[in-house]
């Protein structure tokens, strides 16, 4: 397999050479069965940095120099990357600075761990075995420390200890799929927005110990406004992920009330009445009723149900999953509204038999401060809370708006 190790270069004329006679020498040779290259880009560094890496190329043949303009560190790697999967046919890449930070030596491990089954390994600071810089004042431990924990508490990630670890691993076939365009970030907190979208997909992530160590030559581009940016980004993410749900809460709030209107309203009209009595002589037994009263709350019930959910699809529709429309594939409006209430029928079988269960058991009514309230009202609400609100929203998300994002590396290679 080939692996790509990715060097992003700006003003580093006096680590290069070092870094890639390391990898060369030091660090290919103990790697079997995979095909090591390396591509530097280079952000037209004016110390000369393209010039060494020119003259490297003449001597190992499996380097490539790729020249871009400054658009931060995030935006070199993406060109990177990109590069790597279409020109160089990479299976995976690995991202290093040429700073010795990291330890070249370590891709040893990280190629080890995909070996043994990872698809994106991390060269971890904050597991057993790993470190971070003696030197480092207090204040920069911290900023390192809880910027990663405020990371894993914003994704409910604890299984990652290291989210900002600038040493990694990453499969194409996962790398492939994320939209490398449109991240948040050109700057340190893409490697933010990249894990979060690998964690999203599934991947088997795993992480190895690295010690961390302080720059001995050059001088470090990262600054305090590339913090502020990764708190961002990170909250973006957040609100992203919630913001869907959060629409999905409202529309569901809409239907409920649709729901409780259409329900009482066929009761009301003697819609219900007129339905239970042509379906409780060959049905009723089925739903454990023993008149038909008790079957007009129960098809009450389905009633409103049914009502909410054509309500719920049309607003998610066009509102909650609207960031659908860029799917694989996308089906007309109304197979999608027929798949949908399908899917659905099991969350009207869900209210249906709760209050079948709940009248067989306290009436048609029970009394509630001195007033009578038909049972479908009060055990509706728990109902819907508990089992057909998080119901729905697997349904919506895995089944009936199922996101599958095409990157524009896969809109490429398409076309």
Not at 169 to 193: F, M, P, R
Not at 356 to 380: E, H, N, W, Y
Request: hydrophobic share 45%; proline share 3%; with cysteine.
């Amino acid at each position: 397999m080939k692996i790509v190790v990715i060097i992003p270069t700006y003003n580093e004329y006096e680590n290069i050479q070092r870094m890639i006679t390391v990898l060369e020498k030091e660090v290919f040779p103990k790697i079997k069965d995979h095909t090591m290259s390396i591509l530097v880009a280079d952000d037209n560094s004016p110390d000369g940095t393209a010039t060494v890496v020119e003259d490297l190329e003449k001597k190992w043949k499996n380097i490539v120099l790729l020249k871009g303009e400054k658009k931060g560190l995030g935006a070199a790697y993406v060109r990177a990357m990109k590069y790597a999967m279409d020109k160089m046919d990479a299976y995976a890449v690995v991202e290093i600075d040429a700073d010795f930070q990291h330890d070249p030596h370590d891709i040893i491990r990280l190629v080890k761990a995909m070996d043994e089954g990872a698809d994106y390994v991390i060269g971890s600071r904050y597991i057993p075995g790993g470190e971070i810089p003696k030197e480092w004042g207090l204040h920069r431990k911290f900023l390192s420390f809880f910027g990663s924990l405020f990371a894993r508490i914003m994704f409910l990630r604890f299984d990652v200890h290291d989210m900002t670890s600038g040493l990694k691993l990453t499969k194409s076939e996962y790398l492939q799929k994320v939209d490398l365009d449109n991240l948040l970030s050109h700057y340190y907190a893409y490697k933010i927005h990249i894990l979060y979208e690998i964690l999203r997909l599934k991947a088997n992530v795993k992480e190895v110990p690295i010690i961390f160590y302080e720059r001995k030559k050059g001088s470090s581009k990262i600054s305090r406004k590339d913090l502020f940016d990764s708190f961002a980004v990170v909250l973006k993410l957040r609100f992203r992920e919630s913001k869907r749900f959060i629409k999905f809460l409202i529309v569901g709030g809409t239907g409920f009330t649709n729901q409780i209107i259409c329900q009482e309203l066929s009761v009301l009209s003697g819609l219900a009445i007129f339905l239970a009595g042509v379906f409780y002589p060959s049905v009723g037994h089925f739903f454990n009723v023993t008149n038909v009263v008790e079957m007009k709350n129960i098809i009450a019930v389905g009633i409103g149900a049914e009502a909410a959910i054509i309500s719920n699809f049309l607003i998610n529709n066009f509102w909650t999953f609207q960031d659908t429309r860029k799917m694989k594939e996308k089906s007309h409006v109304l197979i999608r509204m027929i798949k949908f209430n399908t899917a659905s029928l099991f969350s009207i079988i869900i209210q249906v038999a709760a209050a079948s269960i709940a009248i067989s058991l306290f009436g048609v009514s029970i009394p509630v401060f001195g007033i009578d309230v038909p049972t479908r009202l009060i055990f509706i609400i728990p109902t819907i809370l508990l089992l057909v609100v998080p119901l729905n929203y697997f349904i919506y998300n895995k089944i009936i708006w199922k996101t599958q994002f095409l990157s524009n590396y896969e809109k490429d290679k398409k076309s």
